[in-house]
């Protein structure tokens, strides 16, 4: 009989930290850890933490009933663009979810989901495909998520906020609220800088830094750098 087998794509920093809480998931589920493995581009070594290391190729090529597959890649553009990669291989996309995630009402998470330990989501959110909340990241009520969208740890998105696809959201980071009428909204590709709290919308594909945060700009960089805002 053929097997299901599952794996977690990148065995770097977040690879290994991602690769504990799926373990925790199969255990619970009494599936068997043999059929749980790394999956790189090119394998340097042949285990990394007491786990086989696959390249993207091999385990494409396992005669399995299912494949699960779990992207572990920090950035958005580079996940998206391994999602892409694997369209058409009979590879269904994996949720990896700690056990100590709150999940609240009315919420929707679309296919391909880590999120990490401590990880809060309020009530009434929708969130895209391939969803990155890591440690200790929040989203408040009302909030609409694409896809690929990444949160680095300890970011807080309060409610009544609109992120479209692809965005990234460094470290402690904060998003202040919007209001029913009108949502805060981070637009496609945009990124925010680590610590920076965003006070009104980012438009697609800039950057944000500081508290205000404000459009990454080389004088606005200086000025930064300076504490002089």
């Not at 097997?3 to 504990?20: H, L, T, W």
């Not at 373990?23 to 007491?50: A, Y």
């Not at 440690?135 to 408040?140: A, F, H, R, T, V």
């Not at 309060?158 to 692809?166: A, H, R």
């Amino acid at each position: 009989m053929k097997k299901e087998i599952y794996g977690i794509f990148g065995a770097g920093g977040y690879g290994r930290e991602v690769m504990p809480l799926a373990r925790n998931q199969l255990v619970k589920q009494n599936k068997s850890l043999t059929d749980l493995f790394f999956v790189v581009d090119k394998p340097e070594v042949s285990t990394v933490n007491g786990i086989t290391v696959l390249s993207l190729d091999e385990f494409i090529k396992i005669d399995a009933k299912i494949k699960y597959l779990a992207f572990a890649i920090g950035q958005s553009e580079i996940r998206q663009s391994l999602v892409d990669k694997i369209n058409g291989c009979e590879i269904s996309h994996w949720s990896v979810i700690a056990e100590n995630c709150v999940v609240m009402d009315e919420v929707v998470i679309g296919e391909g989901a880590i999120l990490s330990p401590f990880v809060t989501i309020t009530s009434n959110v929708t969130i895209g495909r391939c969803f990155h909340a890591n440690i200790y990241s929040y989203i408040g009520h009302d909030c609409i998520l694409g896809d690929f969208v990444t949160f680095a740890p300890g970011v807080k998105c309060n409610g009544n906020v609109i992120i479209e696809d692809g965005v990234f959201i460094g470290t402690g980071a904060i998003i202040l609220p919007g209001t029913k009428k009108r949502p805060r909204r981070l637009g496609n590709g945009c990124k925010v800088a680590a610590g920076a709290v965003v006070t009104k919308d980012i438009a697609s594909f800039s950057t944000v830094i500081g508290n205000p945060a404000i459009e990454l700009t080389k004088e606005n960089l200086r000025k930064w750098k300076a504490g002089s805002m």
